[in-house]
Nanobody, 124 residues
């Protein structure tokens, strides 16, 4: 079984930067799409970013130009570098793995493994 563990969340000020990490255990994920989702209080979980096995990257419009997803396959780790953080970025951030070969989904239902989440709070 795959386990995903997020880290790096915390309380920051608007305009600051933060890097989230997601470490996978149990399996390597080099051939799978990894995604980041977030859920704010009272809101549905929403797609943030994904990186496919090919290296192709995808972002939701609200974070384009501010967030960067990357992966280190040797470490079974995916990262989300966040800059110019805004109050509306406040949410619990989750990483997830899509086990489908060639998957590049922005839909949470297509992901098979999820981490426990890490809280990001942006104050003004």
């Amino acid at each position: 079984q795959v386990q995903l563990v997020e880290s790096g969340g915390g309380l920051v000020q608007a305009g600051d930067s933060l890097r989230l990490s997601c470490a996978a255990s149990g399996r390597t994920f080099s051939m799978y799409t990894m995604g980041w989702f977030r859920q704010a209080p009272g809101k549905e979980r929403e797609f943030v970013a994904a990186i496919a096995w090919s290296g192709a990257k995808f972002y939701t419009d609200s974070v384009k130009g501010r967030f960067t997803i990357s992966r280190d396959n040797a470490k079974n780790t995916v990262y989300l570098q966040m800059s110019s953080l805004k109050a509306e970025d406040t949410a619990v951030y989750y990483c997830a793995l899509d086990r489908r070969v060639g998957g590049a989904s922005m839909q949470s239902a297509d992901y098979d493994y999820w981490g426990q989440g890490t809280q990001v709070t942006v104050s003004t």
